[in-house]
């Protein structure tokens, strides 16, 4: 199994600039992919940012230029620099982590979430 917990949300101001964490414990090895996801109020979960253990991203096309996905694979830490925040951005904004090996199949592991509002 896998924890996963999320820090660094809070109030901020539209344009200003928030920095998320997610530290990975438990039995870490095998996974690859981690990203963030966020839930507005009234509207569906929808991903936010995906790196691989490699250092690949995906951003979703609303926060494409704003934010910056990146991790460190010694500290199982993934982070979420978020610049040029907009109110349409608020959300509760959680951490996954899929993990595959080899004869055990795929598991995937969310965070409790972390708050982002950011005002107008």
Not at 17 to 29: E, K, N, W
Not at 86 to 102: I, S
């Amino acid at each position: 199994q896998v924890q996963l917990v999320e820090s660094g949300g809070g109030l901020v101001q539209a344009g200003g600039s928030l920095r998320l964490s997610c530290v990975a414990s438990g039995s870490i090895f095998g996974i690859n992919t981690m990203g963030w996801y966020r839930q507005a109020p009234g509207k569906q979960r929808e991903p936010v940012a995906q790196i691989t253990r490699g250092g690949s991203t995906n951003y979703t096309g609303s926060v494409k230029g704003r934010f910056t996905i990146s991790r460190d694979n010694a500290k199982n830490t993934v982070y979420l620099q978020m610049n040029s925040l907009e109110p349409e951005d608020t959300a509760v904004y959680h951490c996954n982590a899929v993990r595959q090996l080899f004869g055990a199949g795929t598991n995937v592991y969310w965070g409790q979430g972390t708050q982002v509002t950011v005002s107008s």
